[in-house]
């Protein structure tokens, strides 16, 4: 366990001093988060413009979705994503050859590989955005409420973890990837959006099959107090049956890759 | 590189991208299938509209909006970019120019090859759309419809040139993906696919329709979904094709520089 | 015959390969019904190496030489037969199996491309947790056997070639594998260079007691380095043992050059009984400058090689 720490810290390290290496990229990146940030709130703003309350939900109610949305991508972009990407190169080079002789665990080498450290202003930004929501709407959580929602954003970080696993596994039977960490990535922006505003079959299918809900709607019901307490329990079941079941098939994917590969 | 030996080499090179989409199909899939957001739009605004029409626009009218904006988007689509991108950064581009053809001529019959794979996907969405709609929001002209067709020509054409003149830009600068993104972002907003431009305050509505990203997306749509009489279409569709000739005029510009800049430093 | 460290029996590893013919309709058809053809690459090969060995591994392209690598490292699983390396199973790729190989493979890099080598070191030294001391010290010896200065300062994409290599083997070596698989370890380097890691690579088996089996386009590689070749055709095993006894199987012959004193130069190939006679008799002769006598070429020796096995199968 300490030595995986400690191969965590090295592997972020390295990621620091590369982030440092092109120091414009980092300031550009960092603008940018900002940036789009604020850009990704006009589409909100015309809609409840035209209605003040949509399918229950309040503007600044919505914003707090749109800060876990935010905070979330964060992490997606700034921890998931880099490393899957980096993974990519690995098949397409044929170089993960090399991280499967290494005495470590592959899963945790290739999702550590690398991370985008300025996406950490993404979170700050989400952060503060939640904070003004919540202040706007004269609303302080009670303790508990802020414990659910902790807990839930873990998983929800979990699940995201999950997903990219998933994703890499796939890479080894399809050919071409960036397409699918594009198509994660747009479904996942459908998560900017209040879970139950959606009806039907877009329900069900961000509730159990892409569990946005659970990502980026059920904290801030936490938050709001209005999460059933079994909701809770149920989402952090789920993403825990989802963490295990992403192991598994990145193990499946691997023996795949060894026995058939050439 | 001549003229005539291009037109002469064209269909081959369509013949040999549309095998290239056919065998990727997997990934092709996958690829449009990132492209559905204007379903989500739709979801959401049809709960928007439950109650009662917003503008013009009630819940049948979200679904020809929408099922339109995705049909154009799929049909019109340009990812030149990406392909620029991974060639300039892996040296392969080298390998292109070698070539007797120009490789952003290569480029667009790889594009326009991958057309009619997606018109398989789209075809299903137009025949729901006018089912679930009866046809009700869609204009009956035909010669309007004849003047969407071409607006999707056009569409095509200023969404390649963009596309490669920002991918061409990768011979100077490295980080000629931001610029995309950046593009991408302003597209979302101004373009009209993910909300109708109707819908923004008249100002900024305005100020949209001046930009060329509504000529991507909000044009064409609205004038299937007959909100442009033949006149008025005809207006559209000029302005639009002078856009495209623009950035057709631009991308020519950026790549015979960026060539040069490239031949002289080795990339 | 030291107690053998890699033992190889029956190896077969075959590949489903997906066949299309080119074109539109091929393609279209390919989505409907999808041909499949097995492809051998390693057919029933069977060897044992000794702890301490320098083995040479030759075949044409594509004979299989990279597949038996792979299975060899734990990267690939046998279609059938069975492999020990190190007393172990690779196809299970234990972590102490994993501490105890390496593998090179001269065309791709393991190197963090926009980091110095350095960050690759660290990176090792924490992947395979080795103590301070012991990184210090091993990382001062290959530092030295390499006389490789301060090239790990600068990030990987900035270095040659020959400097990217170095650092390389050094990145592979660090937790002192007690097995060396090294695929093509010397390709694109020039002579000197390629002189510098051979040596290296003796030094490296010399000190350490490591096994080493390498793959090389080069036969000076081989001719330098391996007392022992093994090479391999189409997946099946052709010969097996020393290399002299190689040359001298396939190639009987010794070649005579033999320079005249007016600057004419000639070559003769002399079968190894009549060597001494037709050695005295060109001495006799006069006018002659200078006379060698040597081993043909390992490469023709190869290439002969093949061309028998060719013919005969």
């Given at each position: 366990m300490r030595r995986y720490l400690r191969l965590f810290a090295v592997q972020l390290r390295a990621s620091i001093e590369l982030a440092l290496q092109y120091r414009v990229d980092f300031f550009v990146g960092g603008a940018m988060a900002l940036f789009w940030l604020f850009w990704n709130l006009v589409p909100m703003v015309v809609v409840w413009g035209r209605r003040p309350t949509i399918a229950g939900w309040g503007f600044w109610e919505a914003l707090l979705v749109v800060a876990w949305f935010t905070l979330l991508r964060g992490v997606l972009e700034g921890a998931v994503q880099p490393s899957l990407v980096q993974v990519v190169e690995h098949i397409r080079k044929g170089t993960l050859d090399f991280v499967l002789i290494k005495p470590a665990d592959a899963q945790f080498l290739v999702s550590t590989a690398r991370f985008e450290p300025w996406r950490g202003l993404d979170s700050l930004g989400a952060i503060a955005l939640a904070v003004y929501a919540l202040h706007r709407l004269g609303r302080v959580p009670a303790p508990g409420e802020v414990a659910i929602a902790l807990l839930l954003t873990i998983a929800a970080c979990a699940l995201l973890y999950a997903f990219a696993i998933l994703v890499v596994s796939a890479a080894f039977w399809v050919v071409r990837l960036d397409n699918l960490i594009y198509l994660f990535n747009s479904v996942f922006d459908a998560g900017r959006w209040p879970s139950t505003v959606f009806q039907g079959a877009w329900r069900v299918l961000f509730t159990f099959v892409v569990p946005l809900a659970l990502m980026t709607t059920y904290p801030p019901l936490a938050l709001l107090g209005r999460l059933k307490v079994s909701t809770a329990i149920a989402g952090l079941a789920g993403a825990v049956a989802f963490v295990t079941m992403a192991r598994l098939i990145w193990l499946r994917a691997i023996g795949h890759y060894t026995s058939a590969s050439s | 590189m001549s003229l005539r030996s291009t037109l002469k080499a064209y269909p081959t090179l369509l013949r040999v991208g549309l095998a290239e989409a056919v065998a990727y199909r997997a990934e092709f899939l996958v690829w449009m299938l990132t492209m559905t957001m204007p379903l989500v739009m739709l979801a959401l605004m049809s709960a928007v509209a439950r109650e009662a029409p917003i503008g013009r626009f009630d819940q049948n009218g979200f679904v020809?909006?929408?099922?339109?904006?995705?049909?154009?988007?799929?049909?019109?689509?340009?990812?030149?970019?990406?392909?620029?991108?991974?060639?300039?950064?892996?040296?392969?581009?080298?390998?292109?120019?070698?070539?007797?053809?120009?490789?952003?001529?290569?480029?667009?019959?790889?594009?326009?090859?991958?057309?009619?794979?997606?018109?398989?996907?789209?075809?299903?969405?137009?025949?729901?759309?006018?089912?679930?709609?009866?046809?009700?929001?869609?204009?009956?002209?035909?010669?309007?419809?004849?003047?969407?067709?071409?607006?999707?020509?056009?569409?095509?054409?200023?969404?390649?040139?963009?596309?490669?003149?920002?991918?061409?830009?990768?011979?100077?600068?490295?980080?000629?993906?931001?610029?995309?993104?950046?593009?991408?972002?302003?597209?979302?907003?101004?373009?009209?696919?993910?909300?109708p431009l109707e819908l923004f305050p008249p100002w900024l509505e305005r100020f949209a329709r001046l930009l060329p990203f509504a000529y991507l997306q909000a044009v064409p749509v609205e004038i299937l979904t007959g909100m442009h009489d033949r006149t008025s279409a005809l207006h559209q569709l000029g302005a639009q094709y002078a856009y495209a000739a623009a950035a057709v005029l631009v991308m020519a510009l950026v790549w015979r520089r960026g060539v040069k800049r490239f031949a002289a430093f080795g990339g | 015959m030291p107690e053998p460290l890699i033992e190889v029996d029956a190896l077969t590893k075959e590949y489903r390969v997906h066949e299309r013919a080119p074109g539109v309709v091929a393609a279209l058809a390919s989505v409907l019904r999808r041909k499949y053809k097995i492809a051998r690459a390693v057919d029933a090969l069977s060897f044992s190496i000794g702890a301490g060995e320098r083995v040479g591994f030759l075949g044409p392209n594509g004979a299989g030489k990279t597949t038996t690598l792979k299975v060899l490292s734990g990267l690939l699983h046998p279609t059938s037969g069975t492999v020990r390396v190190a007393g172990f199973d690779p196809r299970r790729r234990e972590h102490p199996f994993l501490r105890n190989i390496t593998l090179v493979m001269g065309q791709k890099q393991q190197l963090?491309?926009?980091?110095?080598?350095?960050?690759?070191?660290?990176?090792?030294?924490?992947?395979?947790?080795?103590?301070?001391?012991?990184?210090?010290?091993?990382?001062?010896?290959?530092?030295?056997?390499?006389?490789?200065?301060?090239?790990?300062?600068?990030?990987?994409?900035?270095?040659?070639?020959?400097?990217?290599?170095?650092?390389?083997?050094?990145?592979?070596?660090?937790?002192?594998?007690?097995?060396?698989?090294l695929d093509e370890p010397t390709i694109g380097l020039d002579v000197s260079m390629q002189v510098t890691l051979r040596d290296f690579i003796r030094r490296y088996n010399e000190r350490f007691g490591a096994t080493v089996l390498l793959t090389s386009h080069y036969m000076d590689d081989v001719t330098a380095l391996c007392p022992r070749v093994i090479v391999i055709d189409k997946g099946r095993l052709t010969y097996d043992g020393d290399l002299q006894a190689l040359a001298h199987r396939v190639r009987p012959h010794k070649r005579v050059r033999v320079r005249r004193e007016d600057g004419r130069e000639e070559t003769v190939d002399v079968p190894q009984s009549e060597l001494k006679a037709r050695v005295t008799q060109l001495l006799a002769e006069r006018g002659i400058a200078d006379l060698t006598v040597e081993d043909p070429p390992l490469e023709e020796v190869m290439r002969e090689l093949f061309m028998e096995k060719r013919t005969t199968t």
């Open positions: - | 020809s909006y929408y099922l339109t904006t995705l049909i154009v988007r799929q049909m019109t689509g340009a990812w030149v970019v990406w392909e620029l991108v991974r060639e300039v950064r892996e040296g392969t581009l080298a390998l292109r120019l070698l070539r007797p053809i120009h490789p952003l001529v290569g480029h667009s019959a790889d594009s326009l090859a991958a057309i009619p794979m997606r018109g398989l996907i789209v075809l299903p969405v137009a025949v729901i759309m006018l089912i679930a709609t009866s046809g009700h929001d869609v204009t009956h002209d035909p010669w309007v419809v004849v003047i969407f067709l071409a607006s999707l020509g056009g569409a095509w054409l200023l969404n390649f040139a963009v596309s490669a003149t920002i991918g061409t830009l990768a011979l100077y600068m490295e980080s000629s993906m931001s610029i995309w993104e950046l593009w991408l972002g302003c597209f979302m907003i101004f373009s009209g696919y993910l909300l | 963090l491309w926009d980091l110095p080598p350095a960050d690759t070191f660290i990176l090792n030294r924490a992947i395979y947790d080795l103590p301070e001391r012991e990184y210090q010290e091993t990382l001062g010896e290959l530092t030295e056997l390499l006389e490789r200065g301060d090239l790990a300062e600068r990030p990987t994409r900035q270095l040659s070639l020959g400097e990217r290599m170095k650092c390389e083997l050094v990145a592979a070596l660090l937790h002192r594998p007690k097995v060396l698989f």
